[in-house]
């Protein structure tokens, strides 16, 4: 029985990136939009974009190029706007 492994194409994986810049716009331009009235989706966007960077490589941090073991720390941010929303 052969393993069939997932490979994206080279057009594929830069169509993915495309789209994943791009919600990321939309959705920074919603948090800034909606900032006055929600603080707390801005805070806690902010947290998230600023400590996802060194996760995913944007921004290297010692020899690793991507270090998922630090993802729990942008999740603060997420915790952040949803506690901000729904008062848990």
Same mark, same amino acid.
């Given at each position: 029985? *052969?393993?069939?492994?997932?490979?994206?194409?080279?057009?594929?994986?830069?169509?993915? /990136?495309? /789209?994943?810049?791009?919600?990321? +716009?939309?959705?920074? *331009?919603?948090?800034?939009?909606? *900032?006055? #009235?929600?603080? $707390?989706?801005?805070? /806690?966007?902010?947290? $998230?974009?600023?400590?996802?960077?060194?996760?995913?490589?944007?921004?290297? &941090? /010692?020899? &690793? +190029?991507? +270090?998922?073991? $630090?993802?729990?720390?942008?999740?603060?941010?997420?915790? &952040?706007?949803? #506690?901000?929303? $729904?008062?848990?």
């Amino acid at each position: 029985m *052969a393993c069939r492994c997932l490979s994206l194409s080279s057009s594929n994986s830069s169509l993915a /990136g495309l /789209g994943a810049i791009l919600l990321t +716009a939309i959705i920074s *331009a919603a948090v800034i939009i909606r *900032a006055k #009235h929600m603080p $707390y989706l801005f805070a /806690g966007w902010s947290w $998230y974009t600023i400590t996802i960077l060194p996760v995913i490589g944007i921004i290297q &941090v /010692g020899d &690793v +190029a991507m +270090a998922d073991r $630090y993802s729990y720390l942008p999740s603060v941010g997420i915790a &952040v706007m949803l #506690h901000g929303e $729904y008062r848990l």
